[in-house]
């Protein structure tokens, strides 16, 4: 069973940067679909990026593309969302995710209800 641990929000200016990673354990992250949600207070959780677990492009919600990167480290067996150009509108409470379900090109995979594997969630605030 696959159990996933985030780290790395925490409280960053505007204009600056942060690296979330998500340690995945029982399992190999390499089989499964990656994803990256938030969700701001009062407001519905957003998918905000995902990968397949081919090496498949990844896809990025409008509002961090250019500025959000999804990666993965077979070795560590790790997923990560680097975030740079953070402004205010990104705080929220981000979460990682996995599936196991096949992967197609043109599918939405931003419902959370397609992943059944999630970190606990870890606090980016944006503020100056």
């Known amino acids: 069973q696959l159990q996933l641990v985030e780290s790395g929000g925490g409280l960053v200016q505007p204009g600056g940067s942060l690296r979330l990673s998500c340690a995945g354990s029982?399992?190999?992250?390499?089989?499964?679909?990656i994803g990256w949600f938030r969700q701001a207070p009062g407001k519905e959780r957003e998918g905000v990026s995902y990968?397949?677990?081919?090496?498949?492009?990844?896809y990025y919600t409008d509002s961090v593309k250019g500025r959000f990167t999804i990666s993965r480290d077979s070795a560590e067996n790790t997923m990560y969302l680097q975030m740079n150009s953070l402004k205010p509108e990104d705080t929220g409470i981000y979460y990682c995710?996995?599936?196991?379900?096949?992967?197609?090109?043109?599918?939405?995979?931003?419902?959370?209800?397609?992943?059944?594997?999630w970190g606990q969630g870890t606090q980016v605030t944006v503020s100056s």
């Open positions: 990968r397949g677990s081919r090496g498949e492009n990844p």
């Open positions: 995710a996995a599936s196991r379900i096949p992967y197609y090109s043109n599918y939405d995979y931003y419902r959370p209800s397609l992943y059944a594997y």
């Open positions: 029982g399992a190999t992250l390499d089989n499964y679909i």
